[in-house]
């Protein structure tokens, strides 16, 4: 640029992306006039009939009618970078790759004169769900005795857990970290739900608990490479089986004294493969006072220490999704308790102490039911969400972007690693449901 002048950005005819909505007469003077309801207050743009580009943000939102999202704001200022102005020709290729990123069109959208019918379309996906059911793996990490099982078995109301159904007399204090997965398909209401629980007994028991979190980490690291590898096959099948893990609930000794190093580690490094969801174990250990005094002790390791549990908020989501997220973020750690009997005449579910019972369906007397609600009526779909778009893109980045080259020359691979042990399953037929267990060794390491 020369003499001081404010440079403008223009899009030449072979920057048109080869993907890009076809806009009508209407659309485009839609458009313009928005356009040139910007230039009237900017008092530079009466001589350029350019737009500064600082404002290509607001005016993309009014068109779009309402805020704009995060990724879309990203894109505009990505394509605007480092440019003062911008005229219009550019602003409509602009605005067009945006219309692609989105279905809220606001002013451009049409409304048809009578019924179509396309509204009918949540109810065909709902029939196609409820043929082929969906998958939900989580995997239960924390000590021994903080009652990951009962907690399982508890929140399905059914005999899910690895300690239901395995054979007793294997049980004991392993002297290292262990896999044990075990599969189930759940019905209610027509709704068939395969589930996989995957419990670490030996975790945070040993003497010398350094990387403890290792093997779980390369247990859920595997299950995103066998999926991965599936993908990438050139005959591969049309419904990929789906091992990758959906929530990782972190069970929290109720000492009263904040997070234990361990668990800040070990919740950092899960954090970045898996939707993390801690919890406080045994929390009717804990006067109320106790509790709340607890939670905000651990809050507060988790901010310094930034782990971010389920659910963050994402741009995609709409304004009321993302206080909804951050009204469950106030609630944890969630203080849970598991259910040692049911009341014959009410149907209460609770746990009897020698002071009374804990009702753990009474949101007064413990976290239970806001958890069950979190993971099964309200966020199910998007545990599977932010897994598939999150953590699984993220690891398939990882593993086929190309490797940095070395100061030697040299070239590392990711692929030449070894990779740690997948899922295999052996089918074991119950009566009443349908099991399947898979182990990774059970007497070593993953």
Known sequence: M???????????????????????????????????AALSDDDAAANDQTLKADDVVSLVASLLGEPVSDNIMEFVLDRTEGMDRVDFKTFLHLFTEVLLQTTEWGKLKKQPASVVGF????????????????NFNIILVGASGLGKSTFVDTLFKSSVSWRANAN?????????????????????????????????????????????????????????SAFLDAELA?????????????????FIEPTGHGLSELDMQAMLSLQERVNLVPVIAKADTLTRDELEHFKQRIREDMTTANILPFPQSRPTQSESQMMAAVRL???????????????????????????????????EHCDFSKLQDMLIRTHMHDLRMVTREVHYENYRRRNLEPPPSQDDGSVTDDFDQQQPPQQQAVVDVAPSTTSTQSKVPAHSSV
């Open 2 to 36: 020369e003499g001081g002048s404010q440079e403008v950005l223009y899009a030449p005819d072979d920057v048109v992306p080869a993907h890009t909505v076809s806009l009508t007469a209407s659309d485009t003077i839609t458009i313009a006039r928005a356009f040139e």
């Open 119 to 134: 509204h009918t379309y949540g109810d065909q996906m709902q029939r196609q769900i409820l043929h082929e059911g969906v």
């Open 168 to 224: 007793p007399t294997g049980f004991g204090i392993p002297s290292t970290v262990q896999i044990h997965t075990l599969t189930h398909v759940l019905e209610e209401k027509s709704m068939r739900v395969k589930l996989s629980i995957t419990d670490t007994p030996g975790f945070a028991d040993a003497i010398n608990n350094a990387d403890a979190w290792q093997p779980i980490c390369d247990f859920i690291d595997a299950q995103h």
């Open 234 to 250: 050139v005959e591969r099948d049309v419904n990929i089986p789906d091992t990758r893990v959906h929530a990782c609930i972190y």
């Open 329 to 363: 973020l106030e609630e944890q750690p969630f203080g849970i308790v598991g259910q040692n009997f049911t009341d014959p005449d009410t149907g209460v579910r609770g746990r009897k102490t020698r002071f009374g019972v804990v009702e753990i369906d009474n949101s």
